[in-house]
Nanobody, 124 residues
Framework: QVQLVESGGGLVQTGGSLRLSCAAS????????MGWFRQAPGKEREFVAA????????RYADSVKGRFTISRDNAKNMAYLQMNSLKPDDTAVYYC?????????????????WGQGTQVTVSS
């Protein structure tokens, strides 16, 4: 089992950057693929990015490709989401999620463990 805690959200202007962090508990973090999702008010939770357990491969939603970068540091039990060129449409609560196994998924149902979320607000 793994517990996840996100941090790094906040208020930023259009075009700005933020780096979200996800701290994981447990000694088997390297056994979990990690994903980032977001949920805007009145909308369903949607996939943003995911990375394999060893960090070799990643996938991004089309809406963030080229602007966001997912990474992880298995020695520190940490996952990150670097967000650049932020837009008002990126405003949402961002969640990190963990899935046991090497390969990631892009659906909410693929992940068993979730953090509490961190708010990202992009002003125009």
């Amino acid at each position: 089992q793994v517990q996840l805690v996100e941090s790094g959200g906040g208020l930023v202007q259009t075009g700005g950057s933020l780096r979200l962090s996800c701290a994981a508990s447990g000694r088997t973090f390297s056994s979990y693929a990690m994903g980032w999702f977001r949920q805007a008010p009145g909308k369903e939770r949607e996939f943003v990015a995911a990375i394999t357990s060893g960090g070799e491969s990643a996938r991004y939603a089309d809406s963030v490709k080229g602007r966001f970068t997912i990474s992880r540091d298995n020695a520190k039990n940490m996952a990150y989401l670097q967000m650049n060129s932020l837009k008002p449409d990126d405003t949402a609560v961002y969640y990190c999620a963990a899935r046991l196994g090497s390969w990631f998924g892009t659906s909410v149902n693929a992940y068993s463990y979730w953090g509490q979320g961190t708010q990202v607000t992009v002003s125009s």
